[in-house]
């Protein structure tokens, strides 16, 4: 079973920041937060992961709370291309599978 | 470096017929995992191997068998095809890194 818990949709203006939360209430110290989006019909990407640190790269940032229970996937700077489902997965590094949940589907609007 | 390449992309076949989905990689990754997805759904694990030789199954495993002979190939197999069975697959791969997984683009079963 996946172990987080996300809102079904969102909708976000483009050209504002994308804020994408993300529950995982039963998270272990030694799991790590993953993300992952499926643009329409394509494979998922993945954008980008964290254990307990605040998270950077050029796709996105992650914000993890400092009890660990939730993050949220931060877009800066929205656009059209960024609608998809959005995936916020937990699992052990050194885990050899994932499990994906439903998801958030975040619509972009004009 | 073409990364994680499916074939067929689309197909479509008879109830009871069987066929073999493949998945190649370039990338010397160790892991591989085969996933269905259907309308409106998430991702469901089928089966994945962590290493050239052996499989082991996911979620979702009735009805398939995957083989893994060579390090950079992961096949699903379906020996008897069932309209339930109608689904888009994606395979992917990884080095278990902090990278993530590499998804191939899929391939979309009809079963009629």
Known sequence: ?110 | NAGVTQTPKFRVLKTGQSMTLLCAQDMNHEYMYWYRQDPGMGLRLIHYSVGEGTTAKGEVPDGYNVSRLKKQNFLLGLESAAPSQTSVYFCASSLLDRYGYTFGSGTRLTVV
């Not at chain 1, 920041?17 to 209430?25: D, F, R």
């Not at chain 1, 790590?32 to 643009?39: A, K, P």
């Open chain 1, 1 to 110: 079973d996946a172990k987080t818990t996300q809102p079904p949709s969102m909708d976000c203006a483009e050209g504002r920041a994308a804020n994408l939360p993300c529950n995982h209430s039963t998270i272990s110290g030694n799991e790590y937060v993953y993300w992952y989006r499926q643009i329409h019909s394509q494979g998922p990407q993945y954008i980008i992961h964290g254990l307990k640190n605040n998270e950077t790269n050029e796709m996105a940032s992650l914000i993890i709370t400092e009890d660990r229970k939730s993050s949220t996937l931060i877009l800066p700077h929205a656009t059209l291309r960024d609608t998809a489902v959005y995936y916020c997965i937990v699992r052990v590094q050194e885990d050899d599978k994932i499990i994906f949940g439903k998801g958030t589907r975040l619509h972009i609007l004009p």
